[in-house]
């Protein structure tokens, strides 16, 4: 874990152990992801105005109709890729950068794409605050991926598509695990896991995410 992160986020430790402590009850089961979000400073993520809305277990909005994920979803669906040790990960929504950082302690390598600049630099300049160094950024449509870093032992995607594009399918390397949010109005947390041609897929829970969208913004 990186002292940076500790350092950072210690006034507000004690405010994130009643966070970790409601996720915990919520069953989130992970000592490991649990000790992370307890140590990642949510707060830093969001415009001032919000800051002190941070370890509520909810989302809240970073603009251009996004939203930082609430804290049991970052749980959920980082503990579902942590089951299957990637080394790694492509992210697709690299959002407030929140779920990026919480990955980057977790995994050795991280891929994130995010098709909103503004978002995008923002999350960039809060890596570096942190001296986050296992992170790299792309700027593009999320739904095509990264496929010239690909293939991935994990993806995980923090916007719905209707239904997961097949590009993202093929750039899962064998036995790699995608977890993401599917559907249009009633929306479910799935989990894929290539085995050779074929993808098993496993539906967990319901979610409410904001749509994956193409293109680009700059």
């Known amino acids: 874990m990186s002292a940076q992160l500790e350092g950072i986020g210690m006034t507000s430790r004690r405010t994130r152990m009643r966070l970790v402590q409601r996720l915990r009850e919520a069953g989130i089961e992970s000592d490991r992801v649990l000790e ?6 949510r707060h830093i993520f969001l415009d001032e105005a919000l800051a002190h809305r941070a370890y509520e277990d909810t989302s809240l909005p970073i603009g251009y109709s996004q939203t930082l994920s609430q804290p ?17 990960v492509l992210e697709l929504g690299t959002g407030s950068g929140y779920q990026t950082t ?5 995994f050795a390598t991280i891929y994130s794409v995010e098709r909103i600049r503004p978002l995008q630099e923002r999350a960039r300049e809060r890596l570096r605050q942190l001296k986050i160094r296992n992170v790299m950024l792309k700027h593009a449509d999320g739904g095509m991926g990264w496929p010239d870093r690909g293939p991935f032992d994990g993806i995980i995607v923090t ?16 036995g790699g695990v995608l977890i993401a949010p599917v559907g ?32 680009v913004v700059r």
Do not use: K
Not at 72 to 88: G, I, N
Not at 193 to 205: A, P
């Open 184 to 215: 249009e109005y009633e929306q479910v947390l799935v989990e894929i896991i290539r085995r050779g041609d074929r993808f098993e897929r496993r539906e967990l829970e319901p979610v409410h995410f904001v749509p994956l969208l193409g293109g």
């Open 102 to 106: 919480v990955l980057s302690q977790l």
């Open 159 to 174: 916007a719905a598509p209707v239904e997961v594009p097949q590009e993202l399918l093929d750039q899962l390397d064998e």
């Open 72 to 88: 049991y979803t970052v749980a959920r669906m980082t503990e579902l890729l942590l089951a299957h040790e990637p080394a790694r």
């Open 36 to 41: 992370v979000i307890g140590q990642v400073p």
